[in-house]
T-cell receptor, first 113, second 114 residues
């Protein structure tokens, strides 16, 4: 199992600013995943973060908008840059390789005004 | 592209009634997972099914994996108010090369009238 601490749990931000979300895992993991969940919707994968290499982004998500850091095997950050109201969403980090149980952080509820 | 589809999107039941949500993949899956997300919470793993035709039970919850490993269902018997939440199925779909990404269905929001 894995325990993930994600912060902040929620924030209200002004448009045009940036927010960095942090996730700390209690064990070393190869891959970490960042998801976005818009209100009442499913989880959409933003990117996969591997330690020591650039993150792999899914279609529709770009590094300039969602830069990711993965400095070691237990930590990752996702930045939401130059925010607009359309970025209001829940952002979740996760570990799990798709063939085993996935564990999620508590989520960051972002509102952009 | 590869998809995981789930129906219904919403289900409202009276307490004590049964509930079923269905999941269908466009491709054969090596496994399928089910998660529950309570209102305001994050997804929590319920179960993983791996074998063709597999059936697993957790108290009032019954999970099935189809023979072709492309569909699955979750059935809750005699729902309780504690069952309220969104139930997601998820399967590993290829994301280029040998990498897999966990792809979620749209989820079924279950509400229970006491």
């Amino acid at each position: 199992s894995a325990v993930i601490s994600q912060k902040p749990s929620r924030d209200i931000c002004q448009r045009g600013t940036s927010l960095t979300i942090q996730c700390q895992v209690d064990s070393q993991v190869t891959m970490m995943f960042w998801y976005r969940q818009q209100p009442g919707q499913s989880l959409t994968l933003i990117a996969t973060a591997n330690q020591g290499s650039e993150a792999t982004y899914e279609s529709g998500f770009v590094i300039d908008k969602f830069p990711i850091s993965r400095p070691n095997l237990t930590f990752s950050t996702l930045t939401v840059s130059n925010m607009s109201p359309e970025d209001s969403s829940i952002y979740l980090c996760s570990v799990g390789d798709g063939n085993t149980e996935a564990f999620f952080g508590q989520g960051t509820r972002l509102t952009v005004v | 592209g590869q998809q995981v589809m789930q129906i219904p999107q919403y289900q409202h039941v009276q307490e004590g009634e049964d509930f079923t949500t269905y999941c269908n993949s466009s491709t054969t899956l090596s496994n399928i997972q089910w998660y529950k997300q309570r209102p305001g919470g994050h997804p929590v793993f319920l179960i993983q099914l791996v074998k063709s035709g597999e059936v697993k039970k957790q108290k009032r919850l019954t999970f099935q994996f189809g023979e072709a490993k492309k569909n699955s269902s979750l059935h809750i018997t005699a729902t309780q108010t504690t069952d309220v939440g969104t139930y997601f199925c998820a399967g590993p779909l290829t994301s280029g090369g040998s990498n897999y990404k966990l792809t979620f269905g749209k989820g079924t929001l279950l509400t229970v009238n006491p």
